[in-house]
């Protein structure tokens, strides 16, 4: 990897490829031993393909880190349930606990309308990595979906931070 520092901006059409490939290389290794093979792969196929990862770029959803050429981390914000939330954010293995996960959390952060009082979060229950970081950002647990197949590593936690009236600052 390479010592330059990490930028973090907006993806554009070009970085489309990258963050299929990121989720690709990235994703399986870390959730298997978490959630099974069959989810994790069910991770990158229905969450990490052109098509989605395409759109999500082409409004201006997605954030990436990169130094050297090389893509240190993604995230990516929507809209659900009418709350804007955070569907990915992932730092490559090499760069963890280098507080490159907060600076892509900020840009994401940065780019709600100013009005926007909460920001949510979700992550599989297994993901404890995930959800210690979280807590340490100030998300807090706001409810637990109990999976369809009752695995309770599959179990989803709705996490959720409040945001102030100028922008994102936690209040």
Not at 57 to 77: F, I, K, T
Not at 82 to 89: A, C, N, S, Y
Not at 104 to 118: F, G, K, T, Y
Not at 142 to 147: A, G, Q, T, V
Request: proline share 7%; charged share 20%; glycine share 12%.
């Amino acid at each position: 990897m390479s010592g330059a520092e990490p930028v973090v901006r907006v993806a554009g059409p070009g970085d489309v490829p990258a963050v299929c490939r990121f989720g690709e290389e990235h994703v399986p290794p870390h959730y298997t031993p978490l959630i099974g093979a069959e989810a994790a792969a069910a991770q990158v196929r229905d969450w990490w393909d052109e098509p989605s990862i395409g759109a999500a770029v082409a409004e201006g959803l997605v954030v990436v880190a990169e130094a050297g050429g090389q893509l240190l981390g993604v995230a990516q914000r929507g809209w659900f349930a009418g709350h804007h939330v955070v569907w990915k954010l992932y730092v490559h293995p090499d760069h963890r606990s280098q507080g490159l996960g907060s600076r892509l959390l900020d840009a994401v952060i940065r780019q709600l309308p100013n009005d926007a009082q909460r920001l949510r979060i979700e992550h599989f229950a297994a993901n404890e990595r995930a959800g210690a970081f979280y807590e340490r950002v100030g998300f807090a647990v706001e409810r637990i979906e109990p999976s369809p197949t009752g695995d309770p590593a599959l179990a989803v936690v709705w996490r959720a931070r409040r945001l102030d009236l100028q922008g994102g600052d936690q209040v």
